[in-house]
């Protein structure tokens, strides 16, 4: 365990230490607040714009943390950094899960941000109250980051370097649209994700909120694919060679 | 023994996932049932942000063009759909969107607009409905009057008559049900007085009845002799009489107004003035009904002004 949190600590403290970080995290902001400018040009609708906005830039913030996951772990182990560190007593399981919660901390940490720039700005524009929904589904984005590095993880020990990426993308995209083989009973859901299941941005935007019950649910099944998927990598990764 | 321990985990885990996947689709649907209705186009999830910029350009679309014509519905009503596809939920397609082809293209407002009637997120939306049987009696040829009832009641009974309470649900609401009834055989003021009736009544029969409880209404004349009481009831037999009468010497129904309008102007000789008194357990509705009933009263009044004149000359 201690090895899995030392992996992790320091992948999120690399990550976490770039001031860069912080920069495209002050950009991510600008764009929310953007979303004032097109109340005209909305008829309106710019409060709804700007939560969907700030959903929508927040999941593809999450999603770029997710793929830099696929860069790091090709790129540790082609440069030898991992052999490294699996010359130490450290198994490769624990390897492959510390960097995978290093990036989930890493997603839920820059995504929080992005979520409390987003009510900071919602609350200052439009003095309300931010709503449970717009909430909960900010929660659910970070949530949706445990399905999400367990996928990347998978893709980037059996895939080659530069494929694993796209495949990542590919997969995460067409996870949200796997709800139409729900006929198919532990296929679905089991082998084949439904990152679906974490989208509630429609709901957010006119304030719908759902219940907290299925927030712990779902983050529940992320968790349970999560170790499906590392475990799935982990077992190909202990066949596999290393420089 | 490592492999084993990790194949048990890995299906383990998918037994699991796989459970929880199914249930948590289900529960799914049923907190969000719009979603059944959005496009299975994979979108990776951002439906909602893509009608939103959709949103946007069709408005921009819509200040590029004159007008909306023949030569342009169908792109207008295709560019409606596919906004419809990405998020059925947002009220704006309905209220002003699809109201930009109800003169080009009525019938595909409509169905829009039906489509709208039936979203349950929609369902306290007093709008959509009222705007559905709007363009079904202003902009359809011919106008389909008796279509539009089932819409406006709609519209009616989810304005919920508290502050919201649009007059114009309710006078469209009456003035249908009086288009119907009257079939063109009647003057619009008898029909809507009919109608009007009727729902104060509470006549179960009428499937279309807004109002609620039993109600009576009596207008009171206040005269200087005493209260010369006469309920609606009386009023709206004597005048179905005297129409009938009226009807049987091929005479015009509007007469039959005339002839009730002596009664009132009689009435009025005597009277200090009149009030609309109500035993009752009145409902909005009914409080909407009253005022409309005055105005029908007023305008046939006007009618009025030179009918002695009129009818001493004719004498």
Request: glycine share 6%; net charge positive; hydrophobic share 50%.
């Amino acid at each position: 365990m201690n090895e899995i949190i030392a992996i992790a600590g320091s992948t999120w403290k690399n990550v976490l230490r770039l001031k860069v970080v912080y920069f495209l995290v002050f950009c991510v902001w600008v764009l929310i607040a953007s979303a004032l400018n097109y109340d005209v040009l909305s008829l309106g609708l710019h409060k709804e714009l700007l939560v969907d906005a700030s959903l929508f830039l927040n999941t593809i913030t999450g999603v770029l943390v997710i793929i830099s996951l696929t860069f790091e772990i090709p790129k540790e182990l082609k440069e030898g950094v991992a052999s490294t560190m699996l010359s130490k007593p450290l198994g490769r399981t624990n390897y492959l899960i510390g960097k995978m919660i290093g990036y989930i901390v890493i997603g839920a940490i820059v995504c929080a941000l992005v979520a409390i720039g987003s009510f900071l700005i919602f609350n200052v524009s439009f003095s309300e109250p931010i709503g449970v929904a717009m909430l909960q589904n900010h929660i659910l984005i970070i949530l949706s980051l445990i399905p999400m590095a367990a996928i990347a993880v998978l893709f980037s020990i059996a895939l080659p370097e530069i494929i694993a990426p796209i495949v990542t993308v590919l997969v995460i995209w067409f996870a949200h649209s796997t709800s139409m083989l729900s006929n198919l009973p532990i296929i679905y859901g089991g082998i084949i994700p439904d990152l679906e299941l974490f989208n509630f941005k429609s709901e957010a935007v006119y304030n719908n909120a759902v219940s907290w019950r299925y927030v712990v649910m779902v983050a529940l099944w992320g968790i349970c694919y999560a170790i499906f998927a590392s475990s799935l990598a982990s077992l190909i990764f202990s066949r596999k060679d290393i420089k | 023994m490592k492999n084993v321990i990790h194949i048990i985990i890995i299906i383990v885990s998918c037994l699991v996932a796989g459970i929880l996947g199914g249930k948590l689709n289900t529960t799914q649907r049923e907190l969000a049932p719009s979603k059944e209705a959005i496009s299975g186009m994979p979108l990776g999830g951002f439906q909602k942000f893509i009608s939103d910029m959709e949103w946007m350009l069709f408005v921009n679309y819509l200040g590029s063009l004159n007008t909306v014509d023949e030569s342009n519905v169908d792109e207008v009503s295709r560019r409606l759909e596919r906004l419809m596809s990405h998020d059925p939920n947002l009220g704006k397609i309905y209220q002003e969107g699809a109201l930009m082809i109800s003169i080009a293209d009525p019938e595909k407002t409509v169905e829009i607009l039906t489509k709208a009637c039936n979203n349950p997120h929609l369902k306290s939306n007093s709008q959509i409905p009222f705007y559905a049987g709007f363009v079904m009696v202003q902009h359809m040829k011919p106008p389909k009057y008796k279509e539009a009832i089932p819409f406006f009641k709609m519209a009616v009974d989810r304005s919920g008559g508290g502050e919201g309470f649009n007059n114009y649900y309710a006078s469209y609401y009456y003035r249908a049900k009086a288009k119907v009834w009257s079939d063109g055989k009647f003057d619009d003021r008898h029909a809507l007085l009919h109608v009007l009736y009727d729902s104060w009544l509470g006549d179960t029969r009428d499937e279309n009845y807004v109002g609620g409880g039993t109600m009576t209404l009596k207008i009171v004349f206040l005269t200087r002799y005493g209260t010369l009481k006469m309920s609606l009831k009386t009023i709206n037999q004597l005048l179905m009489a005297i129409n009938s009468l009226m009807r049987l010497f091929n005479v015009s129904s509007v007469i039959a107004i005339y002839a009730m309008l002596v009664l009132l102007h009689m009435a009025q000789v005597l009277s200090t003035a009149v009030v609309v008194a109500l035993n009752l357990k009145f409902t909005e509705y009914a409080s909407f009904a009253k005022k409309q009933f005055c105005q029908v009263l007023s305008s046939a009044r006007l009618l009025d002004k030179n009918f002695p004149k009129n009818l001493k000359n004719n004498q």
